[in-house]
């Protein structure tokens, strides 16, 4: 059973910047191609950002291309996601995902 739990979310002022967290237990991390999702209020969840097993290797929505930075630390076990300039409309509950297992999630508020 793996278990994700995820932490840094806030609010914020426009403009501002959050570090989520994401630590992973019950399994080898290390195994995990790792994702960030977002689920805005009234509206389906999206992709964010992913990153894959050794950390070279990064991809994002281009809604947030170039604002923010997905990470791992695989002796830690735990995924990051850096977001910087942010705006209103990132406004969302964040969630960390496997692939397959979800975490529950962290709010972020962005105001303008």
């Known amino acids: 059973q793996v278990q994700l739990a995820e932490s840094g979310g806030g609010l914020v002022q426009a403009g501002g910047s959050l570090r989520l967290s994401c630590a992973v237990s019950g399994r080898t991390f290390s195994r995990y191609v790792m994702y960030w999702y977002r689920q805005a209020p009234g509206k389906e969840r999206e992709f964010v950002a992913l990153i894959n097993r050794s950390g070279d290797s990064t991809s994002y929505a281009d809604s947030v291309k170039g604002r923010f930075t997905i990470s791992r630390d695989n002796a830690k076990s735990t995924v990051y996601l850096q977001m910087n300039s942010l705006k209103p409309e990132d406004t969302a509950i964040y969630y960390c995902?496997?692939?397959?297992?979800w975490g529950q999630g962290t709010q972020v508020t962005v105001s303008s």
């Open positions: 995902n496997t692939g397959r297992d």
